[in-house]
C-alpha cells in the first residue's frame, strides 16, 4: 500500500523548513498528543544510520518500533525505514521542494505491508489510512505554527534556556520547541544519575543547586509544581501544592540573585487561581488578588521569586489558564468519560473557563523571552473565555457525543472536596491584555479550534 501526503508552506524557505527537522526535538513535536508513543532510544539524527526506538501503546498492546535512517540528501529528502517492529515493512520518505522563490512544498510518501496477509489487509487497511491522515494534518498544522513563531524572531540571537519542571507537560513541549528553533536548553534535574549534556542538579528541598551550570543560562524558565487538580486535597497534599511551588522558587531565584554573570530573565510559573472565584468580568493583570488556598498559593509563588527581581532580573510571572493538551491535563483525563458519553457540565456549569491551547502557552512563553519589555504579571490565557457549560457543549461535539449528564455541586465537593470546591467549581473570566497589547498571535483563539487539533478531529 503506498500513500502520499503534501502540504505547502508558502513562506518558509526550504533551508529553514528542513534544518527544523534536523534538529533535536522535531520527532517530539511531530508526535500528535493524542498517540501513546514514548521515546525508548536514539542514536544519530536524521542523515544515513541513524536510528530511533519507539514504545507504541495501542489499546491494551504495546510494542517496540525500530526506524532506521537512510536516503539523505541534505535540503532534498530523508527516509526512514522499519527495522523491527509490527508491520510487514514501512518506508517513509519525508520530500522537500521548493515552492516560487520563498516556499516549500512538503511531500511525505509511506509505502506500508500490513502484516497476517491477505486478512490484516482486509482488517487494517481503511484504518491505517485514517490514522496517517490524522497524523498528517496534525504534523502540516504545527510545523506551520512552530515555523511562524520562529520566523518572527529569525533575527534574534538563540538563547540558552534553563527549564524546570522539563519532563512535565508543558516543559517538556518548552524545551522541544525552543530546540527546534535553534536555542539550546539546559534541564533542571532532581536525579543524579540522569545528569549528562544539557542537564544540571537541583534539590530545592536541600536548597541545593548547580550555580555554574545555571551560570551559563540567558534564561530561566520555572514550572516546577506538582499537580493542582489530580486529586483531593488532603493537609499533606496542600503542603506537597505549596511546598512544590514556593520552595522551589525561592531556591532558585535566590540563586540566581548571587550571580554576577547569570540569566538575565526569569519567566516564573503562576496560574489564573491568583484571581480566586471572581464574579468579575474581563480581569485584567490589575486585578487585585482573590481568596481561597489557590489565590494564596499563587500570590505566595509569585512573591518567591523576589531575590530575582533585586538582583535586576527581567521577571515575568504568568498566569496560566487550565491548559488543553490531548496527551495529559485536564482534557486527557475528560477525553474517555466523553467518549464514552459520560460528560456533562459540572455544577451549574455557569462558572467561567480561563483555558489556553498548549501550543499557544509555549509560544507565549517563547514570545515573552524574546520581547525585552514583558515583565511583570502576565495573563497566559485565550482572548475568549467560556462557561463550563459551553466548553462542555463544544467537547461534545468535536468527539460527537451526547453530554447530557450534569455532575451536581454537591456530588462534586463530596467527592472532592476543597479542590472540587476551588479547582472544578469556580472560575474566572480572564483577559490576555499584555499579551494582546504586546502583539503576540493566538493561533487558537476559540476552544473549538483548540480542541479539534489537540484531539485529532480537525476538518479538511
Not at 9 to 32: I, K, M, S, Y
Not at 191 to 196: K, S, T
Not at 369 to 376: F, R, V
Not at 409 to 418: D, L, P, S, V
Request: hydrophobic letters at 35%.
Amino acid at each position: 500500500m503506498i500513500l502520499r501526503y503534501q502540504s505547502s508552506l508558502e513562506d518558509q524557505n526550504l533551508g529553514v523548513v528542513f534544518g527544523w527537522h534536523c534538529r533535536a526535538g522535531a520527532l517530539e513535536r511531530l508526535t500528535p498528543p493524542w498517540a501513546r508513543v514514548g521515546l525508548i532510544s536514539r542514536k544519530g539524527g536524521i542523515d544515513d544510520g541513524g536510528e530511533v526506538s519507539l514504545r507504541v501503546h495501542k489499546g491494551p498492546c504495546s510494542f517496540r518500533w525500530v526506524l532506521r535512517h537512510r536516503d539523505y540528501v541534505k535540503d532534498t529528502q530523508f527516509c526512514d525505514e522499519q527495522i523491527s517492529g509490527p508491520l510487514g515493512s514501512w518506508k517513509h520518505i519525508h520530500k522537500f521542494e521548493p515552492l516560487g522563490e520563498q516556499g516549500t512544498k512538503l511531500v511525505d510518501e509511506i509505502e506500508v505491508q500490513l502484516p497476517f496477509v491477505p486478512l490484516g489487509i482486509a482488517l487494517g487497511k481503511g484504518s491505517i489510512k485514517r490514522e496517517l491522515s490524522r497524523l498528517f494534518q496534525f504534523r502540516y498544522r504545527r510545523l506551520f505554527t512552530d515555523l511562524e513563531r520562529h520566523t518572527q524572531y529569525s533575527t534574534f540571537p538563540r538563547l540558552t534556556v534553563a527549564i524546570t519542571g522539563s519532563s512535565g507537560l508543558i516543559g517538556s513541549n518548552l524545551a522541544n520547541f525552543l530546540t527546534t528553533g535553534g536555542h539550546k536548553v539546559i534541564r533542571l534535574v532532581r536525579d543524579r544519575n540522569a545528569l549528562g549534556e544539557g542537564r544540571i542538579y537541583w534539590n530545592p528541598r536541600e536548597g541545593e543547586i548547580d550555580l555554574e551550570g545555571l551560570a551559563s543560562a540567558d534564561a530561566v524558565v520555572n514550572l516546577a509544581g506538582v499537580s493542582i487538580a489530580d486529586r483531593r486535597w488532603t493537609a499533606a497534599r496542600k503542603r506537597s501544592i505549596r511546598d512544590s511551588r514556593i520552595q522551589s522558587t525561592s531556591v532558585l531565584s535566590s540563586a540566581l540573585g548571587r550571580l554576577r554573570n547569570g540569566p538575565k530573565v526569569l519567566i516564573s510559573g503562576s496560574a489564573v487561581g491568583y484571581y480566586g472565584d471572581s464574579p468579575q468580568l474581563h480581569i485584567e493583570e490589575s486585578t487585585r488578588q482573590g481568596s481561597g488556598f489557590l489565590a494564596e498559593v499563587c500570590g505566595d509563588w509569585e512573591q518567591a521569586t523576589e531575590p530575582a527581581d533585586r538582583a535586576g532580573l527581567r521577571v515575568a510571572h504568568i498566569r496560566t489558564g487550565v491548559v488543553l493538551s490531548g496527551a495529559g491535563g485536564a482534557l486527557h483525563r475528560m477525553r474517555l468519560p466523553f467518549l464514552m458519553g459520560l460528560g456533562g457540565r459540572l455544577g451549574s456549569g455557569e462558572q467561567f473557563l480561563s483555558w489556553i491551547d498548549i501550543d499557544d502557552l509555549v509560544g507565549a512563553i517563547h514570545h515573552i523571552l524574546m520581547s525585552s519589555d514583558l515583565e511583570g504579571t502576565i495573563n497566559v490565557t485565550a482572548p475568549y473565555p467560556v462557561t463550563n457549560s459551553t466548553f462542555t457543549s463544544t467537547l461534545g461535539s468535536v468527539l460527537r457525543r451526547p453530554t447530557m449528564i450534569p455532575i451536581p455541586k454537591y456530588a462534586i465537593t463530596t467527592i472532592f472536596g476543597e479542590m472540587g470546591r476551588e479547582a472544578l467549581l469556580e472560575g474566572q473570566h480572564v483577559f490576555p491584555q499584555k499579551l494582546t497589547a504586546s502583539g503576540f498571535r493566538f493561533f487558537y483563539e476559540k476552544p473549538e479550534q483548540s480542541l479539534r487539533f489537540q484531539l485529532g478531529r480537525m476538518r479538511k
